[in-house]
């Protein structure tokens, strides 16, 4: 019994100091924007399209983070097909601001929809970043239109 209650106590205070750090538990927020639209004249085309992207990062703690790559990938059915495609940075995000950065990627139109390449598609974001030298990634799914709307 006595061995229980000491097992607990240790455990309420490792618990404790695990999450005293309430900074350690704000993520940054990401958005992934598409920039691009394909020409009204080419809705209906199949076959290989570059698409522009633009991510943007916001640092709601209060201290600096450091963006290092971005990775996008579809997720099932859409406008488009995305590959994985990666593409790195080096870019610092001062506290609570806000950076945006943009590249284009290789998709494949396989089956042209109503919208053509210009509609939906549901799209995995990788962030890899750095804050007080730990990295961490910031995983984001994100149901994306060129913009303007479809």
């Known amino acids: ?5 000491m097992m607990t106590a ?9 999450s005293s750090d309430a900074t350690s538990s704000i993520e940054p927020e990401i958005t992934l924007v598409q ?3 394909v020409a009204e004249g080419m809705r209906s085309d199949t076959g290989p399209v570059s698409v522009h992207y633009g991510v943007e990062v916001r640092n709601p703690t209060d201290a600096p983070i450091h963006l290092d790559r971005v990775s996008v990938q579809s997720i099932g059915g859409g ?3 995305l590959p994985a495609h990666s593409q790195g940075f080096d870019v610092t995000i001062a506290p609570k601001e806000s950076k945006s950065v943009d590249f284009w990627a290789p998709a494949y139109v396989v089956n042209p929809a109503a919208s053509g390449a210009n509609g939906p598609v549901t799209i995995r974001a990788t962030v890899e970043l750095d804050a007080a030298g730990k990295k961490f990634q910031k995983i984001s799914m994100q149901n994306i239109s060129p913009a303007g709307g479809n």
């Open 10 to 18: 240790l455990l309420s205070f490792a618990a404790g100091c695990a």
């Open 79 to 81: 406008a488009y097909d």
């Open 35 to 37: 920039l691009s639209r």
């Open 1 to 5: 019994m006595r061995n229980l209650l």
